[in-house]
């Protein structure tokens, strides 16, 4: 089937995709593949294949190696685990154990041995089903699992699997303690599948290390929810991390184990790893900071101006707001949170999780009120961490609505850390959430009035570009596509 798969794809490539390629190179995005996919006259057995294809590709394939104990250490466990294999300290004050000699670290990754994909591969278990005090702890107010605690496990767990890549041995025992310090740089995209989370069956993290600079390695995450009533697992979401090492003693990068791909799996894994690094230095490269809108941008943004502006009266510094929008900066909610030693990481500064669920909330809390029902969480995508927030800090959050496209909302979050005597501020976290009104009616569109507000809506609108793109190849991998029978659910496995 897979053989037969890539076959078609190049015999079709001259006639569905090179055609696109200009227009996918123009918007980034490669939104444009899936709608092609349904517009060419292709046969049913043809277009079923391409869609299998789509499947394979978008997908992550993470099998569960066998002889793995069926019992599945839960969260609360690994992160006690943790705290041990970096020495932190039991209550806020008191004196952290200092491991930073308990071996030295190496200077280049020739020292080190090569590690398999699959040597980092754990799971743990987020136990709803039948611990009453674990699920009062994910409720939302709708009776769902609370999508920002979610957040705050996916960071513990993709910092857990980069350690295991960097242990001797890729294993952790209780006796373990780590020379290095891991910690996130970035969450690459977490692209949601399942919009409504039930809180009364139990939800398992699968994952690995795919990718490994000299310090830095990508961990891809797959969370899955228990089917009730069968032994099968549901997708609730895929998630990349980027996380850094680092030498506490000098305050330098660590040196982490180099990868080696074993088998067709993990080259398979290891590739796609490798695209979104390439992907991700083509979007610095690309970005607003660096190099002026495309001619494409240019005119978007020429003609929302022309909106706002009477051309018969040739003055540019009257603006009205066009029916049906608002102005972008408007569209924006604030809070302030005191950072105390309660959010703590096992590091003693802010828990990175404890910024994204908040900055998750602010954002979806804005995106209610804009359209005024519920909204869908659809993509997280390109939240850095930019500098550690210290226990003490005044940290302001501002989610703004910096594009929209239909029913759906582009927010940015942008957070930052004040220091009251001086009123200097220092951006710690940029956040990305993608919504979508829940009823499925359009939104009023947002509009820049200024220059910077400007750049924040053509980024905005890249970001979206990149989820739509997302989401279109999600929906391609649904069997109501083309009514094969399919299934995303995965096997519980002795």
Known sequence: ????????????????????????????????????????????????????LVRFLHSSVIRRPAGLPNEIPTMKTLREQMKRLVGASAAYGDAKVDHVFVEPLAKS???????????????ALIPLRNDIGIREEYYNAFHHV???????????????????????????????????????????????????????????????????????????LLMEQERPGTDEWDKILEARFVLVA????????????PLKPDGPDEEALHAASKANHRTRKQWQEESLFKLPPNQEETKIIH?????????????????????????????????VHICHPQNRNIYGKVF???????????????????????????????????RPVDIGSLLLMSARLVYTEGPNMQMRVHAEVIDPATQKRETTNTFYFTFRDSTGKP??????????????YLTGRRHY??????????????????????????????
């Open 352 to 386: 990175g999780g404890f910024l994204m669920r908040n900055a998750f909330e602010l954002a979806w809390s804005n995106a209610y009120m804009y359209c005024g029902s519920r909204p869908i969480t659809m993509t997280v995508d390109d939240i850095k961490f930019r």
């Open 109 to 123: 990754q020739e020292e080190l041995p090569a590690k398999r994909l699959y040597d980092s591969y754990d799971e």
């Open 465 to 494: 570009g990149a989820s739509k793109h997302y989401q279109r190849l999600i929906a391609l991998t649904k069997p109501e596509f083309d009514a094969t029978p399919t299934t995303a659910a995965v096997k519980r496995q002795a």
């Open 1 to 52: 089937m897979a053989i037969f798969s890539v076959f078609l794809f190049c015999l079709f490539a001259s006639k569905l995709f090179f055609p696109l390629k200009s227009s996918i190179r123009k918007d980034r995005s490669l939104s444009s593949f899936s709608s092609a996919l349904r517009m060419v006259p292709l046969t049913r057995v043809v277009r079923s294949q391409f869609t299998v």
């Open 146 to 220: 609370r999508f920002g605690r979610l957040l705050e496990d996916l960071d513990m767990f993709a910092v857990w699997l980069t350690y295991k890549h960097a242990a001797a041995n890729s294993k952790i025992t209780e006796d373990s303690i780590s020379p290095m310090a891991i910690v996130t740089g970035m969450v690459d995209r977490i692209d949601v599948e399942t919009r409504q989370i039930p809180t009364d069956q139990d939800i398992r993290m699968r994952g690995l290390v795919t990718w490994v600079g000299e310090s830095s390695a990508e961990s891809l």
């Open 443 to 456: 939104v009023k569109r947002v509009i820049p009035k200024s220059y910077s507000d400007a750049m924040l």
């Open 303 to 335: 003609e929302l101006f022309l909106q706002t502006v009477d051309p018969k009266e040739s003055v540019f510094s009257t603006r009205t707001k066009p029916i049906d929008s608002v102005w972008l900066d408007e569209a924006t909610l604030k809070n």
């Open 246 to 257: 680092r030498d506490p003693k000098h305050g330098r990068k660590a040196i982490l184990p």
